[in-house]
């Protein structure tokens, strides 16, 4: 069964280095979200894309985080610097297309801990 | 924004029991999805609901998207150990891009064998 892949799945940092975390939707999947998940409390989007274009990233913190999927497939989510409230599981997602309620598939996520 | 009130927001039980869980919003959505997290994973889809009323069974599971679009709630009945974990539900509605999904606090449930 095809599968959202995440990596790393842990990563401890210092405040005020930066870190980045890869994802790789399931296959032909044209929409990637990446979310930000706090100990505690549901996840929470941080950005969308479609294809390669960012739809929706109005709850991305812009001064310290950047989002990329290049080609479309793969993406990157960057934080620099890290601070200690970054502190949290960022999960990735993927779904078929964009323009329906298409169901969305999580992966494994990363784990981050700032120190 | 939008926002999931979910409840409760951790449930222990002994293991054969019946388990119940809600969630209610104060903005209507197109879509319903219940997802269950194990610790240091991701949230795995059990269950989505595409219209009003509609009463949707996976195994021991059952939910339901309420009348007004507004809540749904999900059961699960004679419950094992291994139901341990997170349940989540999730609103969807489009948005300019697609679909948003939104989601409730989360509910922690605890069997006991």
């Known amino acids: 069964e095809a599968e959202v892949a995440q990596s790393p799945r842990y990563k401890i940092t210092e405040k005020s280095q930066a870190v980045a975390f890869w994802c790789d939707p399931i296959s032909g999947h044209a929409t990637l979200y990446w979310y930000r998940q706090i100990l505690g409390q549901g996840p929470e989007l941080l950005v969308q894309?479609?294809?390669?274009?960012?739809?929706?990233d109005s709850q991305l913190p812009k001064d310290r985080f950047s989002a990329e999927r290049l080609k479309g497939v793969d993406s990157t989510l960057k934080i620099q610097p890290a601070e200690l409230g970054d502190s949290a599981m960022y999960l990735c997602?993927?779904?078929?297309?964009?323009?329906?309620?298409?169901?969305?598939?999580f992966g494994p996520g990363t784990r981050l801990l700032v120190l | 924004g939008q926002q999931l009130n979910q409840s409760p927001q951790s449930m222990f039980i002994q293991e054969g029991e019946d388990v119940s869980m809600n969630c209610t919003s104060s903005s209507i959505f197109n879509t319903w999805l219940w997802y269950k997290q194990e610790p240091g994973e991701g949230p795995v889809l059990l269950i989505a609901l595409y219209k009003a009323g509609e009463l949707t069974s996976n195994g021991r599971l059952t939910a339901q998207f309420g009348i007004t679009r507004k809540d749904s709630f999900l059961n699960i009945s004679a419950s094992i150990p291994s139901d341990v974990g997170i349940y989540f539900c999730?609103?969807?509605?489009?948005?300019?891009?697609?679909?948003?999904?939104?989601f409730g606090g989360g509910t922690r449930l605890m069997v006991k064998p």
């Open positions: 999730a609103g969807q509605s489009p948005n300019n891009a697609g679909n948003m999904l939104t």
């Open positions: 997602a993927s779904s078929p297309r964009t323009g329906g309620l298409e169901t969305q598939y």
């Open positions: 894309f479609q294809d390669e274009s960012v739809v929706d």
